[in-house]
């Protein structure tokens, strides 16, 4: 456990998207989004978006929307944690944090999509369905050949369900 301060969650504004950027970039294997999405994130999206700061510092970030063709799901697009601030147990804060928002209000599913290769989302994802007595399961979403035309690995889908929320 670190005796750092705990970071604030908040709602973004557009005024973090320059930091936000610089986050995601740090994060491999995060694809990095244009700046102009980040923004958009921060300022269109900032309801179901959270960053992370401690002091001046954004060291957390999770982008994610509810789909419009299923606006009982909250999508996680982006989960980004500084080095600075891993092991602190801030991803899955962020987490809890997001699906206590009102704007998740009415979700029942937690979607994210992730790539074999990334254990650590996994872990993430699996310790937060856990911690809320959910099931977590997995199917393809989109795929290295008829997706990404070989250049990305295949994207698998983690659902989570039911929400906290949805217990009440």
């Known amino acids: ?11 973004p504004t557009a005024e973090d998207g320059p930091a936000v950027t610089s986050l995601i970039a740090a994060c491999a294997p995060l694809d990095p989004n244009s700046a102009y999405c980040n923004l958009l994130q921060c300022s269109d999206f900032a309801d179901t978006c ?3 700061q401690r002091d001046d510092e954004i060291v957390g970030w999770i982008s994610a929307y509810r789909p419009p063709s299923h606006p009982e799901r909250i999508f996680v697009w982006q989960v980004a944690v500084a ?6 147990g801030l991803g899955g804060r962020m987490l809890d944090e997001l699906v206590a928002r009102p704007a998740v209000q009415g979700a029942t599913t937690l979607t994210t999509t ?3 290769a990334n254990p650590a989302s996994w872990a993430l994802f ?3 369905a856990r911690r809320h007595g959910a099931s977590l399961s997995k199917s393809e ?3 290295r050949a008829a997706h990404f035309a070989g250049a990305h690995d295949t994207e698998w889908q983690a659902s989570i369900a039911p929400l906290p929320s ?3």
């Open 1 to 11: 456990m670190s005796d750092k301060t705990p970071p604030v969650l908040r709602r």
């Open 50 to 52: 959270i960053v992370a």
């Open 83 to 88: 080095a600075s601030a891993r092991g602190e």
């Open 114 to 116: 992730i790539t074999e």
């Open 126 to 128: 699996g310790a937060f």
């Open 141 to 143: 979403r989109f795929t």
């Open 166 to 168: 949805a217990h009440t």
